[in-house]
């Protein structure tokens, strides 16, 4: 069982987590009070161990489409002797990017399997569900085909069937034909009125990221070795001259995609350096793309570089080494990070 999550939360749990206002004022981001970083990767391990399975489960720290396309790669490169039978989504439950997965996971799903998922009550899985099988011209299923579901089980619409909110879409033998769609701590504080401040009272409420990360204790080094940051000084310099915020106001910019910080630190060195005031959200699963994940055994990526910064418990650790970068540049009152991809950040 591959556990494929970038266990970060999605939108609803991150604009619910101040004040814990979701169903049942439960505590999805799984956040403690010291440090206020996310805890569902953390909860998984615990609870999956406590039932005595974890030499059953696996898991991926990666958003879903990462870890959809790291099976074909490691596929391709004959690293993974099959593709799933069984892939179930209970992942995204955005319009649009339902139906990214959905092309994606049907792809990557060995023929004769099943593609299943949750939430057919969500409007915004229905109707992506409901494009997807219209787009691959899915076949209609026979009455036995549906039944041999269970009793209950209904055919919404061709090559999908439905029982107790579940959907499932079987793989044929015969793969139909599909029609993808084009669209497819050095400064005292910050400052109160700031989007950095806004954010940070808004997703975390007292405490932030960094609270951790000001203890003795925090077992976690700066990494210099990584060579480069595409993102060059010119550039940032071009972009602020074109950019100017509302009179009194810092300037926000968002970035989507941070790994260990160089860009984030590039970015709010050069507006310093202009005098500049700049919230730097920096959006982020932190958790690697399909290359660092392909990469990481042996490290036989471009340098021989530690891309995911796994220790010997098996861990990615590109959060904390972010962390550890923004905060020896004194940048912890200018950089806020958000542990989530970048849809839900966006979407946030």
Request: a negative charge.
């Amino acid at each position: 069982f591959i556990a494929n999550d970038p266990f970060s939360g999605d939108v609803n749990m991150w604009a619910w987590n101040k004040g814990l206002t979701g169903p049942s004022k439960f505590n999805f981001l799984h956040m403690q009070d010291d440090d206020r970083h996310p805890r569902i990767y953390e909860t998984f391990l615990s609870n999956i161990q406590e039932k005595g399975f974890d030499f059953d489960v696996l898991p991926i720290r990666a958003p879903s489409m990462v870890g959809l396309r790291l099976m074909k790669r490691l596929r391709s490169e004959n690293r993974l002797s099959a593709m799933p039978r069984v892939i179930y989504l209970d992942s995204a439950h955005e319009v649009d990017e339902t139906l990214m997965e959905l092309h994606t996971a049907f792809d990557v799903l060995e023929l004769g399997g099943i593609l299943l998922g949750d939430d057919w009550m969500w409007g915004s899985v229905k109707d992506d569900v409901t494009r997807f099988a219209q787009q691959a011209r899915l076949p209609r299923l026979d009455s036995n085909a549906v039944s041999s579901f269970g009793a209950g089980a209904e055919q919404p619409v061709d090559g999908v069937v439905l029982i107790h909110g579940q959907w499932i879409v079987p793989k044929k033998q015969a793969e139909p034909s599909r029609n993808r769609p084009s669209e497819m701590m050095n400064t005292a504080s910050a400052d109160p009125n700031s989007f950095y401040s806004q954010l940070l009272r808004e997703l975390y409420g007292d405490s932030g990221p960094w609270t951790s990360v000001w203890k003795p204790d925090w077992p976690y080094h700066p990494d210099h070795d990584y060579p480069h940051s595409n993102l060059r000084v010119d550039v940032v310099i071009s972009v602020l001259q074109h950019v100017q915020p509302d009179k009194g106001k810092d300037l926000f910019w968002l970035e989507c995609g941070s790994f260990i910080g160089n860009s984030a630190i590039t970015t709010v060195q050069v507006a310093r350096d202009q005098g500049r005031k700049i919230s730097f959200i920096a959006n982020d699963p932190f958790s690697g793309d399909v290359n660092m994940w392909a990469w990481n055994k042996g490290l036989t990526g471009p340098s021989k570089f530690n891309f995911l910064h796994v220790q010997d418990d098996g861990h990615p650790r590109i959060y904390e080494t972010f962390l550890s970068n923004i905060q020896e540049k004194g940048f912890d009152f200018d950089v806020l990070p958000i542990r989530a991809p970048s849809m839900v950040g966006l979407r946030l």
